[in-house]
C-alpha cells in the first residue's frame, strides 16, 4: 500500500505492509534511526516522535493511520554541528548518559516548549512522565529543561534547526 506523508519537512511517498508501524518505517524504511524501539507497548517513550506537532509513541501508531500528516523525528531537529537548542542545553548538563532514551525526552521537551515556552519545574516532569530512562535518574534532565525555561525567549524554542 502507498503511504504519503512528511517527514521532517521532506515530502515522502512509499510503499508499507498494511501491518507495518510507525515506528518500523521511521527506522527500517526511511533510515531515521533516531527513533529507537524497546518496549513496543508505549509504556517507555523511546520512540516517542511529533505528530503533527504533538508527542507520540510511534509503536504504537500503524503507518497508514499517518497519511497525509507531518512528522519530525530527532532527525529532523538538529545535528552535531547545529544542534535543537534542546539538545545542546541537555548535553551541556550531561543529560544524556547512555543516550538511548534521549531523543524521546528530546521529542517530548520540544512540544512542551513548543505549547508553553516557560514551563516549571512541575509542568516539565508531567511533560516527561511518559519517557522512561534507566541511567539518568531524571535530575540533570530535568534541570536541563528547567534552565532553558529560565532562559527561554518569549516566542520559544520551536522546532527549527539549530539554536534559533
Same mark, same amino acid.
Given at each position: 500500500?502507498?503511504?504519503?506523508?512528511?517527514?521532517?519537512?521532506?515530502?515522502?511517498?512509499?510503499?508499507?505492509?498494511? #501491518?507495518?508501524?510507525?515506528?518500523?518505517?521511521?527506522?527500517?524504511?526511511?533510515?531515521?534511526?533516531? !527513533?529507537?524501539?524497546?518496549?513496543?507497548?508505549?509504556?517507555?517513550?523511546?520512540?516517542?516522535?511529533?505528530?503533527?506537532?504533538?508527542?507520540?509513541? %510511534?509503536?504504537?501508531?500503524?503507518?497508514?493511520?499517518?497519511?497525509?500528516?507531518? @512528522? !519530525?523525528?530527532?532527525?529532523?531537529?538538529?545535528?552535531?554541528? %547545529?544542534? =535543537?537548542?534542546?539538545?545542546?542545553?541537555?548535553?551541556?548538563?550531561?543529560?544524556?548518559?547512555?543516550?538511548?532514551?534521549?531523543?524521546?525526552?528530546?521529542?517530548?521537551?520540544?512540544?512542551?516548549?513548543?505549547?508553553?515556552?516557560?514551563?516549571?519545574?512541575?509542568?516539565?516532569?508531567?511533560?516527561?512522565?511518559?519517557?522512561?530512562?534507566?541511567?539518568?535518574?531524571?535530575?540533570? @534532565? @530535568?534541570?536541563?529543561?528547567?534552565?532553558?525555561?529560565? #532562559?527561554?525567549?518569549?516566542?520559544?524554542?520551536?522546532?527549527? =534547526?539549530?539554536? %534559533?
Amino acid at each position: 500500500m502507498e503511504l504519503r506523508l512528511t517527514v521532517n519537512r521532506t515530502e515522502v511517498c512509499i510503499d508499507i505492509r498494511p #501491518d507495518e508501524i510507525l515506528a518500523d518505517v521511521l527506522r527500517e524504511r526511511l533510515g531515521l534511526l533516531g !527513533t529507537k524501539i524497546a518496549c513496543r507497548e508505549g509504556e517507555c517513550g523511546a520512540c516517542t516522535i511529533l505528530l503533527d506537532g504533538q508527542p507520540v509513541n %510511534s509503536c504504537l501508531i500503524p503507518a497508514l493511520k499517518v497519511s497525509g500528516r507531518q @512528522i !519530525t523525528t530527532i532527525e529532523g531537529l538538529g545535528n552535531t554541528k %547545529s544542534p =535543537h537548542v534542546i539538545q545542546q542545553r541537555m548535553a551541556e548538563y550531561g543529560a544524556v548518559q547512555c543516550g538511548y532514551c534521549t531523543p524521546g525526552f528530546v521529542m517530548s521537551a520540544v512540544a512542551l516548549f513548543a505549547d508553553t515556552p516557560r514551563p516549571s519545574r512541575d509542568q516539565i516532569v508531567d511533560a516527561l512522565t511518559g519517557n522512561l530512562c534507566r541511567c539518568t535518574g531524571y535530575v540533570k @534532565i @530535568i534541570d536541563a529543561l528547567e534552565s532553558l525555561a529560565k #532562559d527561554n525567549p518569549a516566542e520559544g524554542v520551536g522546532i527549527t =534547526h539549530g539554536t %534559533s
